[in-house]
């Protein structure tokens, strides 16, 4: 589902995805409140967002669609780089934050990426992310942290690596466990952290103060 206020940018990009055999765009709207409604009728697996819509935006339509049961996964589109919109889309539930400019084939890679259940960032955005951890921009909590209360020690390691851009099967590599292990633990402290995927979880991560910059 597309949800844009540009008609011309919605056209588009029905037309990138409807190009694809294994895609198709069962709705488009023209703001949050009309997404909202939309995606109560249609029950899309992906939602295009973009970011500033007259009336209910994108990112608070974004939160209320992830809140909901069995959400959607959300790609959040944008022409705008700062920093806020990147991490207001991250913290309200989106899965991937994805760059107007992009290719198309960097679109089409997206969606199926988010479809699949794991997030996605751009390499501009996860610079950008990183960068603003390093310098202070995000400061960390206290590791002290009651979310972190219900993790195991190994489940804490495995985080840690999550958050360091650390593969399934380099985590694996690096811990001397099995991938299916791993992913055991990514599944049991995702549930335990409420966190949708593992971008989510970085996100603890860093909130948290259990993963920081190198």
């Keep these: 589902m597309i949800v844009d206020d540009q008609v011309m940018v919605r056209a588009g990009l029905a037309a990138i995805v ?3 055999p294994d895609l198709e765009v069962v709705g488009e709207a023209g703001d949050g409140a009309a997404g909202l409604a939309l995606a109560a009728r249609v029950a899309p697996d992906v939602v295009l967002m973009d970011v500033r819509m007259p009336g209910l935006d994108g990112l608070t339509a974004t939160a ?3 809140a909901g049961p069995q959400p959607p996964k959300v790609l959040v589109l944008t022409t705008f780089h700062q920093d806020a919109y990147v991490f207001r889309a991250l913290r309200a539930g989106a899965s991937g934050f994805l ?10 890679a997206a969606i199926r990426t988010v479809a699949a259940g ?12 990183i960068d603003a951890f390093v310098t202070g921009a995000v400061t960390p909590a206290p590791e002290a942290d009651p979310r972190l209360d219900a993790l195991t020690p190994r489940e804490r390691d495995v985080l840690v690596h999550i958050a360091q851009g650390r ?4 985590i694996g590599a ?9 992913k055991a633990h990514v599944n049991a402290l995702l549930s335990k952290l409420g966190a949708r995927d593992r971008v989510q979880a970085t996100i603890i991560a860093y909130d948290v103060g259990l ?4």
């Design 167 to 170: 593969s399934n099967a380099e």
């Design 18 to 20: 409807g190009s694809q």
């Design 64 to 66: 209320r669609l992830t």
């Design 118 to 129: 794991e997030a996605m960032l751009s390499p501009a955005v996860t610079r950008r992310l």
């Design 211 to 214: 993963a920081r910059p190198r």
């Design 174 to 182: 690096v811990l001397g466990i099995g991938v299916g292990t791993v």
């Design 99 to 108: 760059l107007k400019d992009a290719e198309p084939a960097e679109l089409v």
